[in-house]
């Protein structure tokens, strides 16, 4: 890491105060995720607001969710000739982002650019020494080094003050001071009606307006494969019911909103926090729908409260099972039973809420059989969906650095929880990805007699929509055509 010196002259690349601020998505496509939702970048919700406390104008620019391509990008930031342009990426739409900010300085060389996210938080060494169009990159939370950089902008004043940043001086790539995190969510500046909400639906629920909103930051468990806790340094921060609940009202009465998405890496680890939530949206019985990840042990946890989350309007809920072997969840530090998976999908069945579950295939002693257990493993647990994710090292976490010899894919576009990335001993990449929709085939062809023959009226309509949206779509049809190509006798064998 880089240290602070004072020989070089501040950068400062502006000749006035900064007044134009772009916040841009990127515009990759997530696969099955784009197919089920048109979600809102909450992440820039928040930037934005935080602009405007620096006496900025900010403008929030999806360009993912109007599925614009790099023409349309470039017209758009030659039409706001923005005085400063930000971006925040995960691994997989890093290099689009990227591109964004070459496109800017390629317009205007005195545009100052900055990105985030996860992953520029992590490689920004190697971001700002490969890329010479990013300027800043903002280094964990982002809201107020935002901000702050912004204010030190205006007033020429020198960026290494600010906490949170990466930066280049001269020919050296140093970092500020690190930031402390926001103890109080409650107090982030949230600048909704920049948002276009009309772009915004559940495509599940017909007629839906489709928000976000986060209730907590963080995650203190220690899953290898999951980058999470390394990114909010295994904290876990919850925001007040009551602000919570304020929000939501807010983004249903002003904004229509009557689906959201918590996007809490864990919203109910704290249970007295948040039975307290679900008995205040109770209590105000507002017509939105909730829907949400977590844990397994905390569904358990919650037996006894479990009506509670679907009066409070839950209506689906994602749970990472992970694995079916015991080994494998204590080899990856899950802190979970094998035993426990099958408790949580019946106390979601038995309460009418739609369970989701996730597994993780193709560590590196994973054969076809193994894979073929896994199937069998999601059909006996019989959710409502699943997922089969490849196990997916990220670049940043100690998992790359202990797999890198079995990692046969360097392109950050298909680090994405779709294109297996690693290959295990015993299978192709090829193979792998083959297996893996094979899962998706078989799990969701065994359950269209069960979905039609359903008598809970909302759960019927729900998944038979949400299975004609993912057969419907581009990214599947072209997986399966793949699948369909390879089946022939020997094609999904092992390596030979």
Same mark, same amino acid.
């Given at each position: 890491?880089?240290?602070? %010196?004072?020989?070089?002259?501040?950068?400062?690349?502006?000749? !006035?105060?900064?007044?134009?601020?772009?916040?841009?998505?990127?515009?990759?496509?997530?696969?099955?995720?784009?197919?089920?939702?048109?979600?809102?970048?909450?992440?820039?919700?928040?930037?934005?607001?935080?602009?405007?406390?620096?006496?900025?104008?900010? &403008? $929030?620019?999806?360009?993912?969710?109007?599925?614009?391509?790099?023409?349309?990008?470039?017209?758009?930031?030659?039409?706001?000739?923005?005085?400063?342009?930000?971006?925040?990426?995960?691994?997989?739409?890093?290099?689009?982002?990227?591109? $964004?900010?070459?496109?800017?300085?390629?317009?205007?060389?005195?545009?100052?650019? #900055?990105?985030?996210?996860?992953?520029?938080?992590?490689?920004?060494?190697?971001?700002?020494?490969?890329?010479?169009?990013?300027?800043? #990159?903002?280094?964990?939370?982002?809201?107020?080094?935002?901000?702050?950089?912004?204010?030190?902008?205006?007033?020429?004043? @020198?960026?290494?003050?600010?906490?949170?940043?990466?930066?280049?001086?001269?020919?050296?790539?140093?970092?500020?001071?690190?930031?402390?995190?926001?103890?109080?969510?409650?107090?982030?500046?949230?600048?909704? @009606?920049?948002?276009?909400?009309?772009?915004?639906?559940?495509?599940?629920?017909?007629?839906?307006?489709?928000?976000?909103?986060?209730? =907590?930051?963080?995650?203190?468990?220690?899953? =290898?494969?999951? =980058?999470?806790?390394?990114?909010?340094?295994?904290?876990?921060?919850?925001?007040?019911?009551?602000?919570?609940?304020?929000?939501?009202?807010?983004?249903?009465? *002003?904004?229509?909103?009557?689906?959201?998405?918590?996007?809490?890496?864990?919203?109910?680890?704290?249970?007295?926090?948040?039975?307290?939530?679900?008995?205040?949206?109770?209590?105000?019985?507002?017509?939105? *729908?909730?829907?949400?990840?977590?844990?397994?042990?905390?569904?358990?946890?919650?037996?006894?409260?479990?009506?509670?989350?679907?009066?409070?309007?839950?209506?689906?809920? !994602?749970?990472?099972?992970?694995?079916? &072997?015991?080994?494998?969840?204590?080899?990856?530090?899950?802190?979970? *039973?094998?035993?426990?998976?099958?408790?949580?999908?019946?106390?979601?069945?038995?309460?009418? $809420?739609? =369970?989701?579950?996730?597994?993780?295939?193709?560590?590196?002693?994973?054969?076809?059989?193994?894979?073929?257990?896994?199937?069998?493993?999601?059909?006996?647990?019989?959710? @409502? !969906?699943?997922?089969?994710?490849?196990?997916?090292?990220?670049?940043?976490?100690?998992?790359?650095?202990?797999?890198?010899?079995?990692?046969? &894919?360097?392109?950050? !576009?298909?680090?994405?929880?779709?294109?297996?990335?690693?290959?295990?001993?015993? +299978?192709?990449?090829?193979?792998?990805?083959?297996?893996?929709?094979?899962?998706?085939?078989? /799990?969701?062809?065994?359950? #269209?007699?069960?979905?039609?023959?359903?008598? %809970?009226? /909302?759960? *019927?309509?729900?998944?038979?929509?949400?299975?004609?949206?993912?057969?419907?779509?581009?990214?599947?049809?072209?997986?399966?055509? +793949?699948?369909?190509?390879?089946?022939?006798?020997?094609?999904?064998?092992?390596?030979?």
């Amino acid at each position: 890491m880089g240290t602070i %010196d004072s020989c070089p002259p501040p950068f400062n690349p502006m000749s !006035s105060p900064p007044k134009k601020v772009l916040l841009v998505t990127p515009p990759y496509h997530y696969g099955l995720t784009d197919v089920l939702g048109r979600w809102i970048p909450l992440n820039l919700v928040y930037l934005a607001g935080a602009a405007r406390q620096a006496g900025a104008d900010p &403008e $929030i620019y999806d360009a993912q969710v109007l599925s614009h391509g790099f023409p349309e990008i470039e017209a758009k930031l030659a039409a706001a000739s923005p005085d400063v342009v930000a971006v925040g990426a995960v691994t997989a739409a890093v290099n689009d982002a990227l591109r $964004i900010l070459e496109l800017a300085k390629k317009l205007n060389p005195a545009t100052v650019t #900055v990105l985030g996210g996860v992953h520029a938080s992590f490689l920004y060494r190697e971001i700002l020494e490969s890329s010479p169009a990013v300027d800043f #990159v903002a280094l964990g939370e982002g809201e107020a080094t935002f901000r702050e950089l912004l204010e030190t902008l205006s007033e020429s004043g @020198d960026p290494k003050a600010v906490a949170g940043l990466a930066l280049r001086q001269g020919e050296r790539i140093v970092t500020s001071a690190a930031r402390a995190p926001e103890l109080d969510l409650d107090r982030l500046p949230a600048a909704w @009606d920049l948002l276009d909400w009309s772009n915004y639906r559940y495509q599940v629920l017909p007629d839906s307006r489709l928000g976000s909103i986060a209730t =907590s930051r963080g995650c203190a468990h220690d899953c =290898s494969f999951c =980058s999470q806790q390394l990114f909010w340094g295994h904290s876990w921060r919850g925001r007040t019911p009551a602000a919570v609940v304020e929000e939501i009202a807010l983004l249903h009465g *002003r904004y229509g909103v009557d689906v959201l998405q918590l996007t809490d890496e864990h919203p109910t680890r704290d249970p007295k926090r948040w039975e307290a939530l679900l008995d205040l949206l109770i209590e105000h019985a507002l017509p939105v *729908r909730l829907i949400l990840e977590t844990r397994v042990s905390d569904l358990i946890r919650d037996r006894d409260i479990i009506a509670k989350y679907k009066k409070a309007g839950v209506i689906h809920v !994602s749970i990472g099972v992970e694995s079916l &072997e015991q080994a494998r969840l204590d080899e990856v530090h899950k802190g979970q *039973r094998v035993e426990e998976a099958q408790q949580a999908v019946e106390l979601l069945r038995e309460n009418g $809420i739609v =369970s989701e579950i996730s597994l993780v295939l193709g560590f590196p002693d994973d054969t076809q059989q193994t894979v073929a257990q896994a199937l069998r493993f999601a059909q006996l647990l019989n959710p @409502d !969906s699943a997922n089969f994710l490849p196990l997916t090292p990220w670049p940043y976490t100690p998992l790359y650095r202990e797999l890198n010899e079995l990692i046969r &894919e360097t392109d950050f !576009s298909r680090y994405n929880l779709i294109d297996p990335v690693l290959e295990p001993h015993g +299978m192709t990449l090829a193979q792998l990805d083959l297996a893996l929709t094979d899962c998706f085939r078989k /799990f969701y062809m065994g359950k #269209v007699f069960e979905v039609m023959t359903m008598k %809970d009226e /909302f759960r *019927r309509g729900y998944m038979v929509r949400a299975t004609k949206l993912i057969m419907a779509s581009a990214f599947v049809m072209k997986k399966f055509g +793949m699948l369909v190509k390879a089946m022939m006798p020997g094609k999904l064998g092992g390596k030979k």
